[in-house]
Nanobody, 115 residues
Framework: QVQLVESGGGLVQAGGSLRLSCAASENIFTFNAMGWYRQAPGGQRGLVATINVGGNTAYADSVKDRFAISRDNDKNTVFLQVNRLKQEDTDVYYC?????????WGQGTQVTDSS
C-alpha cells in the first residue's frame, strides 16, 4: 500500500497563492494517474486536478486557469499550485494515486480562505 503524505495547506487570503505537495512512498510511475480531490465538511469529495503517467493533465472547470498540477519524478512528488484563491476553494485537499481501478489516499491537508 503506497503512503501519500500531503503538505502545504494553510490560511491564505482570497486572491493569494499556495502550493500543495504530495510525497509518495513509491515511484510515481507505478500509478496510472495521481492528483487531487477536495471535500468540504458534509460534502462529497470532488476531483480538482489529475496528471496521468503520460503527463497529461485535467482540471475541474471551477479551478481551470487558476490551479496547476505538476510532478517531480525524482522526488516522487506531485504538486498543486493554487492561485487566485477564492472563498469556495476552502476545503480539505486529498492526494490520490490510482493503480488500475483502485485509489489510494493521503490524509488530507486543509486550505482555508482567511479573509
Amino acid at each position: 500500500q503506497v503512503q501519500l503524505v500531503e503538505s502545504g495547506g494553510g490560511l491564505v487570503q482570497a486572491g493569494g497563492s499556495l502550493r500543495l505537495s504530495c510525497a509518495a512512498s513509491e515511484n510515481i510511475f507505478t500509478f496510472n494517474a495521481m492528483g487531487w480531490y477536495r471535500q468540504a465538511p458534509g460534502g462529497q469529495r470532488g476531483l480538482v486536478a489529475t496528471i496521468n503517467v503520460g503527463g497529461n493533465t485535467a482540471y475541474a472547470d471551477s479551478v481551470k486557469d487558476r490551479f496547476a498540477i505538476s510532478r517531480d519524478n525524482d522526488k516522487n512528488t506531485v504538486f498543486l499550485q493554487v492561485n487566485r484563491l477564492k472563498q469556495e476553494d476552502t476545503d480539505v485537499y486529498y492526494c490520490y494515486a490510482r493503480l488500475l481501478n483502485r485509489n489510494s489516499w493521503g490524509q488530507g491537508t486543509q486550505v482555508t480562505d482567511s479573509s
